[in-house]
Structure formats: structure tokens, C-alpha cells
């Protein structure tokens, strides 16, 4: 039987443990594991990577535990802008859209763009239009608000008031979530959503919504979606720096990410994760930050769950 | 003596010798002549590349015969949308602005981001206010409109209308400038500025603004800037591709700058080319399409300029 996988991240800036209460940490880990659930359902049916990355993405757009959609970061102006991106590995198609400030689910108007456009990348206002057109659910931009969301803006401002704000945790600052999946077919798919950083400068686009920084996927080689300060991710083109390792220098998911994780990027002194999947279904998801909200599924079934460095395993899911 | 390089191109979308008359043709050798020029002058005195790819560019936003600042392609509501970037090899620093209305040299306000922002890339409104805050000129959206993009949006329309849209050429659809550049120091850096295409859109970002897409520069590999259909320069994240062949692969520029063009882009049936230079301060210019204005200047100074395939040179700049 062909490999299928799926792995996901929530986000590198994975709060430590005594900051959030068990409640907290149990439904953030349940949402790991329906949207592990979504996307696993899809390909073990003979389904598409496409459309389990999107499902595993949207389950995480719609918790507020993450920082995309419900639970997306504020800009400094206390308001919402979206970026997400997705990507499919046979025709390297991609579709993606950047400060957006009314869509739902941005990671649907990022496959809407890749679908329903001759565009790959699509900014602010024109993005919302075009969802709509595309029969995508709008909403107010509050419906993207939480408290939690709303204290760490006023801490932040805070700190940018006295002076601390390097102190600032990756965890009041940055988030995102993204999906990468193997179908039966052997097609790669990759998918990214976020909204950025608390208190980012309105206007300011990170590498989630950039093919090749946030987001890549190429059949035969891998697929893969980024978490961490954005800025260098766009300067270090890193998910394509990943495929540029394995296709051209013969190295293998393990020594591709790692280099970028823990040499690459650690160098540079910024936390960073990711989640990638060759094509025969491995999957890996390295950090160098005190934990990444992240899950799996490899051919086995086995679920595998976990926010801080320890991994939990739930079960296997069925194949169908 | 460390050599040093200059590189341009103003797009691979030159329209047919007989679909412009002489005086057009002699200004915009003229313009590519003088955008060198600048560059050089820079480089030869000691400066850095990072000057000299902003000098040569701002040389051709001020011209009209180039899509970017004055003469920028108008988008499917009349109007013009910028985008630019810019990056320096040395620490791999960059910056850009997208769907910006107001900057009158956009490649300006790209390193303005670089060096006065945490920000790699700015959207829409942002990065016009971004702009002024920085004391760079800004301008009514009219002073990018010239006859000759009010025309070919009118005749692009028609076409649509008329269901021959296919049949419109590059000329009338697309357009980038860029420059590349190898300084004494060592360093190289690329820029690439833009007004998209014709009837492009609202909203629409290319590849241009994109590091890793339309611009990239890292010392000891290889500094790129590319034009053509952008969309599939960001799937293919064709500038960062030519370096990880150079750097992963141990490909000349050469090499890896034809596989690109005339392999890889060529495949998928689309007007593509590109400008870049090596670390040792080769330039290749590599383009598919009936032209692409472009000049270079290489470590013996003489200056070469071309519209289509013929090359002329025009004498030997000072090294100083």
C-alpha cells in the first residue's frame, strides 16, 4: 500500500506549561488531534494531500489556541491581518494572500487564489474582494479576537513603553500554523496560515504567505511549512532551501531540516520550527524553542501529539 | 585589482523594432546607458553594490520606457500598483514593498525597509506611509501614467473583450527593470523594481517583490534579478533556484542560469530572462523571448547594451 502522512504545527512560541492552565493545554492538544483526525480521514480514504492540508489547517484557524484566524495575533493598530499560503507538489501550483482583514478561514482564499485566479499572491483589500467573490464566509475583523490575544498586545505595549521589550517570550510575539501531508497518489502539499506577530507594524507581511520562505512542495522531494520570525525565514528562502538540500545536494528530511533548524537558524539567535514530509512519508518537525504545538501520522497510524519536547502517542488511526 | 560588475535589465518583454520608432529606440539605449553608467561610477570608486543596484534602478524607474516608477503598467482599473525589493549578499539583508500607489522610486522606499524597519516586506498603504515617514518622495498615482501603458491597457481590454487576449504580447503585457552587482569589496547585491502588467488585477503582488522569487544575492554564490510572467517565478522560486545550483549543485552561472531560462522556464511555455553576476563578477543576461533591454559591464569596463539579440558596446568606462 503507498505511504500517506500528515504532519502539523501550531507555532513554535508554544508558551511554557505554567503559564496556561491543564484546560488550556488539553484542548490545545485536542485540537492538534482533530485536525491530525481531518486530514488523516481525507487520505486514508484515497483522498488528496491538497485537501488534507487545508482541513488540517482550517480545524487550526478555527481554535482560538492558535495564532491564524479565531486567535490570530493584533497589529500594533489593535486590528487583524492575515497572511496564509498553500502549495500542491505535482504542478507546483500555488495560491496565496497577504493582509487580509475579513476572511474567515485565509487558508481557503489562499487555495481559492491557486484555483480561481491567474495570481499566486494576492494584498489586503483586493484578497477580502476576491474571497468574497469566490463565495468564501467574511466576517467582522473582531470575530478574530481573544483575550488572550488582547492582553498580550497591552503587555506588549507595555514593555515597548518601558524599554523591555527583548524580553518579550516567542510566545507573546509570534504563531502560526501550517500542514504538510503525503497522499496515496504521492502527491506533496503544504499549507501555512497566521497573523503574524502581536503588535506588528500594520502592512507588514511575514514569510507565511511567501512560496518558497513559509511554504513549499514539490512531488519526489518534500513539503514544507515554517514557524518563527518570519523575516529571516523570507531571507533565508528557507522551505525551499529544504527541497534545494535534498534535490541538489542529496540530503536526506532529517539532515535537510536539522541544518536549517538547529544551524541555519539557530545561528542567527531567532526561534524556529517547522514540519516537513519526503516522499516516502517521513515526517519531521524540529524547534529550537522551548516547545511547537505539533502532531503526526506516518503510514502506521500512529497519532502522535505534543506542545513542549516530550511527544505524546494517541492511538492509531484506522487506514479504512 | 578585485573586479567588479554591473548588470541591468529592463525587461524581457521589448517590444518588435518596427512597433517603435528610431528616437524611442535611441532613448532607451540612451537610459540603459545611463542607468549603467551610474552603477559604475559608484563601483569604481570604491562604493558599495548595494548603491550601485539602487542607482541603476532608480535611472530606469525615472525613464518611461521601463515598467517601474514613471511608465509603470497600469492595473485593470487604471491605476498603477508598485512593487519592489532589494538585497545585499553580505548578511543577506532585504527589503520590499508591494501594491504601493505613492512611491515615486519604490526601490528606494525597498531599502528604506531594509535598513529602517525589522520589516522585510510592506503592503499596500503601509509602505506608501512607510515612505513618507522615511522622507522619501511620494507623488499623485498619475505622474507613473505615460500614453504609451494607457494605450496598451486600452487595446488589452479590447482584446479581452473581444476574446483574443491570448494573443497580446509580452511587450504589451509585462515588465520589470533590475540591476545586479559585484562591488571591490566582494559583496554582491541585486534589485528589481516594477508596475506589474498591463491590466493586471487589483491587489495582484508578482514575483518582483518576492526574495528568492524575482531578486536574491548572496556573497561567494551569485546575485539574480528576474523578469517574465511572475507567477510562476515564485513557484519555481526561480532567483534563490539559480544560487542553490551554484552553492548545492557546484553549477557555473552559466549553467544555471540557462537551465533556468531556457530549460526549466522555457518548459512551461513563458517569456522569462533574467540578469545576474557571480562572485568572481561574471554577468549573464539569458533571455526566451524577441528582446529584453539589458546592459552589463564587466572587470575590463566595456559597456555593453541590447534591446534584442544584437549586443553593442559603446566604449570603456574609467575604473578611476
Given at each position: 500500500?503507498?505511504?500517506?502522512?500528515?504532519?502539523?504545527?501550531?507555532?513554535?512560541?508554544?508558551?511554557?506549561?505554567?503559564?496556561?492552565?491543564?484546560?488550556?493545554?488539553?484542548?490545545?492538544?485536542?485540537?492538534?488531534?482533530?485536525?491530525?483526525?481531518?486530514?488523516?480521514?481525507?487520505?486514508?480514504?484515497?483522498?488528496?494531500?491538497?485537501d488534507?492540508?487545508e482541513a488540517?489547517?482550517v480545524?487550526?484557524e478555527?481554535?482560538?489556541?492558535?495564532?491564524?484566524g479565531?486567535?490570530?495575533?493584533?497589529?500594533?493598530?489593535?486590528?487583524?491581518?492575515l497572511?496564509a499560503?498553500i502549495?500542491?507538489?505535482?504542478?507546483?501550483?500555488?495560491g496565496?494572500i497577504?493582509?487580509a482583514r475579513a476572511i474567515r478561514n485565509p487558508i481557503r482564499a489562499a487555495r481559492a487564489v491557486m484555483e480561481k485566479s491567474?495570481c499566486?499572491?494576492l494584498?489586503?483589500d483586493a484578497a477580502d474582494a476576491f474571497a468574497r467573490k469566490a463565495g468564501l464566509a467574511t466576517v467582522?475583523?473582531?470575530y478574530?479576537?481573544?483575550?488572550?490575544?488582547?492582553?498580550?498586545?497591552?503587555?506588549?505595549?507595555?514593555?515597548?513603553?518601558?524599554?523591555?521589550?527583548?524580553?518579550?517570550?516567542?510566545?507573546?510575539?509570534?504563531?502560526?500554523?501550517?500542514?504538510?501531508?503525503?497522499?496515496?497518489?504521492?502527491?506533496?502539499?503544504?499549507?501555512?496560515?497566521?497573523?503574524?506577530?502581536?503588535?506588528?507594524?500594520?502592512?507588514?507581511?511575514?514569510?507565511?504567505?511567501?512560496?518558497?520562505?513559509?511554504?513549499?512542495?514539490?512531488?519526489?522531494?518534500?513539503?514544507?511549512?515554517?514557524?518563527?520570525?518570519?523575516?529571516?525565514?523570507?531571507?533565508?528562502?528557507?522551505?525551499?532551501?529544504?527541497?534545494?538540500?535534498?534535490?541538489?545536494?542529496?540530503?536526506?528530511?532529517?539532515?535537510?531540516?536539522?541544518?536549517?533548524?538547529?544551524?541555519?537558524?539557530?545561528?542567527?539567535?531567532?526561534?524556529?520550527?517547522?514540519?516537513?514530509?519526503?516522499?516516502?512519508?517521513?515526517?519531521?518537525?524540529?524547534?529550537?524553542?522551548?516547545?511547537?504545538?505539533?502532531?503526526?501520522?506516518?503510514?502506521?497510524?500512529?497519532?502522535?501529539?505534543?506542545?513542549?519536547?516530550?511527544?505524546?502517542?494517541?492511538?492509531?488511526?484506522?487506514?479504512?
Amino acid at each position: 500500500m503507498a505511504p500517506i502522512a500528515i504532519g502539523i504545527h501550531g507555532g513554535c512560541g508554544t508558551p511554557a506549561r505554567e503559564l496556561l492552565g491543564e484546560a488550556d493545554w488539553a484542548e490545545t492538544k485536542a485540537h492538534l488531534e482533530q485536525s491530525l483526525r481531518a486530514a488523516w480521514a481525507i487520505l486514508a480514504a484515497g483522498g488528496k494531500a491538497l485537501d488534507a492540508v487545508e482541513a488540517a489547517v482550517v480545524v487550526m484557524e478555527d481554535s482560538p489556541h492558535f495564532n491564524a484566524g479565531h486567535g490570530a495575533a493584533l497589529t500594533e493598530a489593535g486590528a487583524h491581518e492575515l497572511d496564509a499560503s498553500i502549495m500542491e507538489g505535482a504542478g507546483m501550483a500555488a495560491g496565496a494572500i497577504c493582509a487580509a482583514r475579513a476572511i474567515r478561514n485565509p487558508i481557503r482564499a489562499a487555495r481559492a487564489v491557486m484555483e480561481k485566479s491567474d495570481c499566486v499572491l494576492l494584498a489586503g483589500d483586493a484578497a477580502d474582494a476576491f474571497a468574497r467573490k469566490a463565495g468564501l464566509a467574511t466576517v467582522p475583523n473582531s470575530y478574530f479576537t481573544t483575550e488572550r490575544r488582547r492582553q498580550a498586545l497591552a503587555s506588549l505595549k507595555a514593555r515597548a513603553a518601558r524599554g523591555t521589550i527583548a524580553m518579550a517570550s516567542e510566545a507573546e510575539r509570534h504563531g502560526t500554523v501550517g500542514a504538510v501531508a503525503l497522499d496515496a497518489g504521492g502527491t506533496l502539499a503544504a499549507a501555512t496560515s497566521t497573523g503574524g506577530f502581536n503588535n506588528k507594524p500594520v502592512g507588514r507581511v511575514g514569510d507565511s504567505p511567501i512560496i518558497g520562505a513559509g511554504t513549499y512542495a514539490r512531488n519526489g522531494v518534500c513539503a514544507v511549512s515554517c514557524t518563527g520570525q518570519g523575516e529571516l525565514f523570507i531571507r533565508r528562502v528557507v522551505a525551499y532551501d529544504v527541497a534545494a538540500r535534498m534535490h541538489y545536494a542529496g540530503q536526506t528530511l532529517e539532515q535537510a531540516t536539522d541544518a536549517q533548524i538547529f544551524d541555519v537558524l539557530t545561528g542567527h539567535q531567532i526561534g524556529a520550527g517547522l514540519v516537513a514530509v519526503d516522499a516516502a512519508g517521513h515526517v519531521r518537525a524540529p524547534f529550537n524553542t522551548l516547545g511547537m504545538c505539533r502532531g503526526w501520522i506516518e503510514a502506521d497510524g500512529a497519532i502522535h501529539i505534543a506542545t513542549h519536547k516530550d511527544v505524546e502517542r494517541r492511538g492509531v488511526a484506522a487506514r479504512g
